[in-house]
């Protein structure tokens, strides 16, 4: 039964792709009707019928599955039917997911270059427009989720931020919160970490961030630079013992039977943004662009709802390989803040390069620690 199930899913599944009707198949396997011919008919005849009666098609991009959501909440068949529904079926949103557009700086390039409407990115991607987006890196500054998400709803942020990438012709329609990076050790490395005294001479493995290299040298690590692609294999070697992406990261991209401790350390987010192209978007119709902005504003809110839910359920797939979680004290917080927060004489550089001053910084900082009008769930 279950032989033949998937048998017919994959033959409608591949009737809708070959007809042209990709997004109509995206549709249907997130809703899990691939396996009905009827419901598949249905979804095909619905999406059909609203990218008729579209004045305008916006192709949103992104490096995620749509099934994605229920671990890492990244919500872009949310964004679909709520820009459908809030522009009156002015725009027809067609999805392109699982990164078959490409990911990261690839699809900020399309956006830019007006190739596709919009796409969903790591925030850093905007750090090359606005140096300011990359002080998201900076262990503590906005690690936890609502330190993160009071800084981008923020004035401050909109002025020094948002304002450059404009100037770059991009335009923020949300910011999606995920939840902090971990910290991850593999299955036979150092056991559990609770204290940065434990992270001794542990080859972690980090991105070209130079700050996340600097953050796990201060706290006593030996960061060890890594391709993604490459991360599975050398965690899976020794070649790193542990690595900090979110938990709900860590369970999309396969590491659930490698792990043994991960720990909620809260130094930084795993952020990530759709953008539009801004030119397209102040071509459209008034009310088309306030649907739009509305739909965003919805989207982020159901995000901001579906964190700890996508949370649990990938700490409870983890915790079937036997990978065991700790959550940290005020005061074990404590020793990591103070042995690399943000705070600390080492990170005033940063502050200045990428703020442009300690004043403009201090401004950022204040909006961080400010409880702004949305409220999101911390591990």
Not at 254 to 267: E, M, N, P, R, Y
């Amino acid at each position: 039964m279950k032989n033949t199930l998937k048998s017919e899913e994959r033959r409608n599944f591949l009737k809708l792709t070959g007809s042209g009707a990709f997004t109509a198949a995206m549709v249907a396997g997130a809703a899990g009707t691939l396996w009905s011919t009827q419901a598949v008919a249905q979804t095909a005849k619905e999406e059909k019928g609203r990218q008729a009666a579209a004045d305008h098609i916006m192709t949103i991009a992104t490096a995620y599955v749509l099934g994605a959501s229920r671990s890492y909440p990244i919500m872009q068949l949310d964004l679909k039917e709520n820009i459908q529904n809030a522009t009156n079926g002015k725009v027809y949103v067609k999805l392109a997911p699982g990164g078959q557009l490409g990911a990261g700086g690839a699809l900020v390039q399309k956006v830019q270059g007006g190739t596709i409407q919009a796409a969903q990115h790591s925030l850093s991607n905007f750090a090359a427009f606005a140096p300011a987006a990359d002080l998201i890196n900076m262990p503590y500054f906005c690690g936890s989720n609502q330190r993160f998400t009071n800084l981008v709803h923020s004035n401050a942020w909109k002025q020094d931020v948002e304002a450059k990438v404009a100037e770059k012709g991009f335009k923020a329609l949300f910011y999606i919160v995920i939840d902090p990076r971990v910290v991850a050790v593999r299955k036979g490395g150092a056991g559990a970490v609770i204290t940065p005294s434990d992270l001794e001479g542990v080859k972690f493995r980090v991105p070209g961030s130079k700050m996340l290299q600097q953050y796990y040298k201060m706290v006593g690590a030996n960061p060890t630079p890594v391709a993604w692609g490459e991360t599975p294999s050398a965690i899976k070697q020794g070649v790193a013992d542990a690595l900090d992406p979110s938990v709900g990261a860590l369970f999309v991209f396969g590491f659930k039977d490698i792990l043994s401790h991960v720990t909620f350390t809260q130094a930084v987010p795993d952020s990530q943004v759709f953008s539009c192209n801004l030119k397209w978007f102040n071509s459209l119709p008034a009310d088309v662009q306030e649907g739009i902005e509305i739909a965003s504003e919805i989207t982020g809110h159901q995000n901001l709802a579906k964190v700890p839910s996508a949370r649990n359920y990938a700490m409870a797939e983890l915790r079937k390989s036997g990978v065991e979680f700790h959550s940290l004290t005020e005061d074990q917080l404590g020793e990591w803040k103070a042995a690399g927060g943000y705070q600390r004489p080492e990170w005033d550089s940063y502050k200045v390069e990428l703020a442009g001053s300690m004043d403009a910084f201090a401004k950022l900082e204040e909006a961080a620690s400010t409880q702004g009008r949305f409220y999101v769930h911390d591990a």
